[in-house]
T-cell receptor
Framework: SQQGEEDPQALSIQEGENATMNCSYK?????LQWYRQNSGRGLVHLIL?????REKHSGRLRVTLDTSKKSSSLLITASRAADTASYFC??????????FGTGTRLKVLA | SQTIHQWPATLVQPVGSPLSLECTVE??????LYWYRQAAGRGLQLLFY??????ISSEVPQNLSASRPQDRQFILSSKKLLLSDSGFYLC????????FGPGTRLTVT
Protein backbone atom coordinates (compact mmCIF):
# COMPACT_ATOMS: atom_id res chain seq x y z
CA SER A 1 0.00 0.00 0.00
CA GLN A 2 1.10 3.56 -0.57
CA GLN A 3 2.83 5.10 2.43
CA GLY A 4 2.70 8.68 1.25
CA GLU A 5 -0.37 10.49 0.06
CA GLU A 6 0.02 13.94 -1.44
CA ASP A 7 -2.51 16.69 -1.22
CA PRO A 8 -3.76 18.32 -3.37
CA GLN A 9 -3.72 15.97 -6.32
CA ALA A 10 -3.50 18.93 -8.68
CA LEU A 11 -2.62 22.58 -8.23
CA SER A 12 -2.74 25.47 -10.68
CA ILE A 13 -1.19 28.83 -9.81
CA GLN A 14 0.09 31.98 -11.48
CA GLU A 15 3.78 32.59 -12.01
CA GLY A 16 5.27 34.35 -9.01
CA GLU A 17 2.88 32.80 -6.50
CA ASN A 18 3.90 30.26 -3.90
CA ALA A 19 2.93 26.59 -4.23
CA THR A 20 2.36 24.37 -1.21
CA MET A 21 1.83 20.64 -1.34
CA ASN A 22 1.43 18.23 1.53
CA CYS A 23 2.31 14.63 2.19
CA SER A 24 0.91 12.34 4.86
CA TYR A 25 2.30 8.96 5.81
CA LYS A 26 1.42 6.13 8.13
CA UNK A 27 4.45 4.60 9.87
CA UNK A 28 7.72 5.68 11.43
CA UNK A 29 10.33 6.82 8.95
CA UNK A 30 14.08 7.35 8.75
CA UNK A 31 13.74 10.26 6.38
CA LEU A 32 11.36 11.79 3.87
CA GLN A 33 12.32 12.97 0.42
CA TRP A 34 10.69 15.06 -2.28
CA TYR A 35 11.11 14.40 -5.98
CA ARG A 36 10.05 16.12 -9.15
CA GLN A 37 8.97 14.47 -12.39
CA ASN A 38 8.56 16.23 -15.69
CA SER A 39 6.09 14.59 -18.01
CA GLY A 40 7.35 11.28 -19.37
CA ARG A 41 10.72 11.51 -17.61
CA GLY A 42 12.46 9.97 -14.64
CA LEU A 43 12.25 11.50 -11.19
CA VAL A 44 14.75 14.04 -9.91
CA HIS A 45 15.64 14.30 -6.24
CA LEU A 46 14.89 17.70 -4.70
CA ILE A 47 15.45 17.54 -0.97
CA LEU A 48 15.79 15.11 1.94
CA UNK A 49 14.69 15.77 5.50
CA UNK A 50 15.64 13.43 8.31
CA UNK A 51 13.21 12.30 10.98
CA UNK A 52 14.94 14.44 13.61
CA UNK A 53 14.74 17.59 11.49
CA ARG A 54 11.76 19.94 11.40
CA GLU A 55 12.57 22.25 8.51
CA LYS A 56 14.98 22.41 5.62
CA HIS A 57 15.64 24.90 2.84
CA SER A 58 17.16 24.57 -0.60
CA GLY A 59 16.99 27.57 -2.89
CA ARG A 60 13.30 28.32 -3.44
CA LEU A 61 12.26 25.11 -1.71
CA ARG A 62 11.23 24.83 1.92
CA VAL A 63 10.30 21.48 3.45
CA THR A 64 8.79 20.90 6.86
CA LEU A 65 8.32 17.64 8.71
CA ASP A 66 5.98 16.97 11.61
CA THR A 67 6.58 13.44 12.83
CA SER A 68 3.84 13.71 15.47
CA LYS A 69 1.30 14.30 12.71
CA LYS A 70 3.14 12.11 10.21
CA SER A 71 3.07 14.84 7.62
CA SER A 72 5.37 16.96 5.51
CA SER A 73 4.92 19.97 3.30
CA LEU A 74 6.86 21.29 0.33
CA LEU A 75 6.73 25.02 -0.38
CA ILE A 76 7.99 26.41 -3.68
CA THR A 77 8.33 30.16 -3.49
CA ALA A 78 8.09 32.59 -6.41
CA SER A 79 7.05 29.84 -8.79
CA ARG A 80 8.06 29.84 -12.44
CA ALA A 81 6.53 28.22 -15.50
CA ALA A 82 9.50 25.82 -15.47
CA ASP A 83 8.31 24.49 -12.10
CA THR A 84 5.38 22.82 -13.87
CA ALA A 85 5.77 19.12 -13.04
CA SER A 86 4.52 16.40 -10.73
CA TYR A 87 5.94 16.33 -7.23
CA PHE A 88 6.21 13.20 -5.12
CA CYS A 89 7.11 12.55 -1.54
CA UNK A 90 8.93 9.37 -0.64
CA UNK A 91 9.24 7.92 2.83
CA UNK A 92 12.21 5.79 3.70
CA UNK A 93 11.83 3.05 6.26
CA UNK A 94 14.82 0.88 7.00
CA UNK A 95 17.81 1.19 4.73
CA UNK A 96 16.44 0.08 1.40
CA UNK A 97 12.75 0.68 1.26
CA UNK A 98 11.39 3.79 -0.47
CA UNK A 99 7.64 4.27 -0.65
CA PHE A 100 6.40 6.95 -3.02
CA GLY A 101 3.14 8.83 -2.77
CA THR A 102 0.62 9.45 -5.51
CA GLY A 103 1.97 12.90 -6.40
CA THR A 104 0.77 16.46 -6.84
CA ARG A 105 0.52 17.80 -10.39
CA LEU A 106 1.59 21.43 -10.35
CA LYS A 107 0.84 23.77 -13.21
CA VAL A 108 2.35 27.24 -13.17
CA LEU A 109 0.69 29.65 -15.57
CA ALA A 110 2.83 32.31 -17.23
CA SER B 1 29.94 11.20 -12.33
CA GLN B 2 27.27 8.55 -12.07
CA THR B 3 24.95 7.76 -14.96
CA ILE B 4 22.04 5.37 -15.20
CA HIS B 5 20.84 3.95 -18.50
CA GLN B 6 17.64 2.17 -19.40
CA TRP B 7 16.56 0.56 -22.62
CA PRO B 8 14.54 0.40 -24.62
CA ALA B 9 12.86 3.79 -24.21
CA THR B 10 9.53 2.53 -25.54
CA LEU B 11 8.17 -0.93 -26.17
CA VAL B 12 4.93 -2.31 -27.56
CA GLN B 13 4.41 -5.99 -26.88
CA PRO B 14 1.46 -8.38 -27.37
CA VAL B 15 -0.17 -10.14 -24.45
CA GLY B 16 1.62 -13.39 -23.66
CA SER B 17 4.97 -12.33 -25.06
CA PRO B 18 8.18 -12.24 -22.97
CA LEU B 19 9.80 -9.08 -21.61
CA SER B 20 13.33 -8.02 -20.83
CA LEU B 21 14.17 -4.50 -19.67
CA GLU B 22 17.74 -3.60 -18.88
CA CYS B 23 19.24 -1.02 -16.54
CA THR B 24 22.92 -0.25 -16.11
CA VAL B 25 24.70 2.16 -13.84
CA GLU B 26 28.07 3.80 -14.46
CA UNK B 27 30.39 5.58 -12.09
CA UNK B 28 29.62 3.75 -8.87
CA UNK B 29 30.15 0.31 -7.42
CA UNK B 30 27.88 -1.99 -5.44
CA UNK B 31 24.86 0.31 -5.76
CA UNK B 32 21.46 -0.50 -4.33
CA LEU B 33 19.25 -0.93 -7.40
CA TYR B 34 15.49 -0.59 -7.72
CA TRP B 35 12.73 -1.25 -10.25
CA TYR B 36 9.53 0.78 -10.05
CA ARG B 37 6.38 0.83 -12.14
CA GLN B 38 4.26 3.91 -12.63
CA ALA B 39 0.73 3.59 -14.01
CA ALA B 40 -0.58 6.54 -16.03
CA GLY B 41 -1.06 9.57 -13.78
CA ARG B 42 -0.16 7.63 -10.65
CA GLY B 43 2.63 7.28 -8.15
CA LEU B 44 5.48 4.80 -8.20
CA GLN B 45 5.07 1.21 -7.13
CA LEU B 46 8.23 -0.48 -5.87
CA LEU B 47 8.65 -3.82 -7.64
CA PHE B 48 12.13 -5.10 -6.75
CA TYR B 49 15.28 -3.97 -5.06
CA UNK B 50 18.77 -5.43 -4.91
CA UNK B 51 21.63 -4.77 -2.54
CA UNK B 52 24.14 -6.94 -4.40
CA UNK B 53 24.77 -9.43 -7.20
CA UNK B 54 22.19 -12.20 -7.10
CA UNK B 55 20.33 -10.58 -4.19
CA ILE B 56 16.78 -9.66 -5.15
CA SER B 57 13.90 -8.65 -2.91
CA SER B 58 10.39 -8.64 -4.34
CA GLU B 59 7.83 -6.21 -3.05
CA VAL B 60 4.83 -7.19 -5.13
CA PRO B 61 4.05 -10.81 -6.13
CA GLN B 62 3.21 -10.87 -9.82
CA ASN B 63 4.38 -12.30 -13.10
CA LEU B 64 7.51 -10.14 -13.18
CA SER B 65 10.97 -11.15 -12.03
CA ALA B 66 14.29 -9.37 -11.64
CA SER B 67 17.89 -10.44 -11.86
CA ARG B 68 21.24 -8.82 -11.14
CA PRO B 69 23.86 -10.74 -13.09
CA GLN B 70 26.55 -8.07 -12.66
CA ASP B 71 27.23 -5.41 -10.05
CA ARG B 72 25.85 -2.55 -12.10
CA GLN B 73 23.26 -4.37 -14.20
CA PHE B 74 19.64 -4.91 -13.23
CA ILE B 75 17.17 -6.73 -15.48
CA LEU B 76 13.39 -6.88 -15.28
CA SER B 77 11.76 -9.84 -17.00
CA SER B 78 8.51 -11.58 -17.65
CA LYS B 79 7.76 -14.87 -19.34
CA LYS B 80 4.23 -13.85 -20.37
CA LEU B 81 3.02 -10.27 -20.34
CA LEU B 82 -0.45 -9.28 -19.18
CA LEU B 83 -2.42 -6.21 -20.21
CA SER B 84 -2.02 -4.94 -16.63
CA ASP B 85 1.76 -4.88 -17.07
CA SER B 86 1.48 -1.74 -19.20
CA GLY B 87 3.12 1.27 -17.59
CA PHE B 88 6.22 3.34 -17.19
CA TYR B 89 9.11 1.34 -15.74
CA LEU B 90 11.80 3.19 -13.88
CA CYS B 91 15.14 1.93 -12.67
CA UNK B 92 16.90 3.77 -9.85
CA UNK B 93 20.00 3.49 -7.72
CA UNK B 94 20.97 5.12 -4.49
CA UNK B 95 21.71 4.95 -0.82
CA UNK B 96 20.00 7.98 0.64
CA UNK B 97 18.85 9.93 -2.38
CA UNK B 98 17.63 7.97 -5.36
CA UNK B 99 18.77 8.62 -8.91
CA PHE B 100 16.42 7.58 -11.66
CA GLY B 101 16.93 6.46 -15.21
CA PRO B 102 14.91 7.88 -18.10
CA GLY B 103 12.35 5.08 -17.97
CA THR B 104 10.80 2.58 -20.38
CA ARG B 105 7.23 3.05 -21.51
CA LEU B 106 5.69 -0.38 -22.02
CA THR B 107 2.38 -0.88 -23.79
CA VAL B 108 0.93 -4.37 -23.78
CA THR B 109 -1.65 -4.85 -26.54
Amino acid sequence: SQQGEEDPQALSIQEGENATMNCSYKTSINNLQWYRQNSGRGLVHLILIRSNEREKHSGRLRVTLDTSKKSSSLLITASRAADTASYFCATVTGTYKYIFGTGTRLKVLA
Amino acid sequence: SQTIHQWPATLVQPVGSPLSLECTVEGTSNPNLYWYRQAAGRGLQLLFYSVGIGQISSEVPQNLSASRPQDRQFILSSKKLLLSDSGFYLCAWGQGEQYFGPGTRLTVT
